[in-house]
């Protein structure tokens, strides 16, 4: 496993140099293949810079408190349960599918690719 993200870069780097070596060897003929790859591998670094501080964080989140206000308002109020917000209650993969993954594709990546023109 990579453990910082210079080696994840310097990882990603080496099999394109390789083929922008073999291309230029080749008199171009890999052009194709590594415009492509190039373009490939600048989406994948950008979107580890957006996710940088998500990638390497180590921390543990506590949900105490929030877990003792579910308690006590399901336990005094009648009309709690039409506000749940217990975690385990979210689907995560169909979020991640449905909801995080098209809003970023709409307005961080189009944008960004529009910002480019």
């Not at 496993?1 to 083929?19: E, G, K, T, V």
């Not at 922008?20 to 950008?46: A, L, T």
């Not at 209650?89 to 098209?102: A, G, L, S």
Request: proline fraction near 3%; hydrophobic fraction near 40%.
């Amino acid at each position: 496993m990579l453990r910082s993200m210079d080696a994840f870069h310097l990882y990603m780097q080496i099999p394109l140099q390789a083929l922008k070596f073999m291309n230029k060897e080749f008199d171009q003929y890999f052009q194709d293949v590594y415009v492509n790859y190039n373009r490939k591998v600048k989406s994948v670094k950008r979107l580890i810079d957006l996710y940088r501080a998500y990638l390497l964080f180590k921390g543990i989140f506590d949900d105490t408190n929030a877990e003792e206000l579910r308690r006590i308002a399901s336990e005094n109020y009648t009309d709690a349960g039409n506000f749940n917000f217990d975690p385990k209650c979210i689907d995560w993969e169909d979020y991640y599918m449905h909801t995080h993954i098209p809003g970023f594709a709409k307005h961080v990546v189009i944008k960004h690719s529009r910002s480019r023109l």
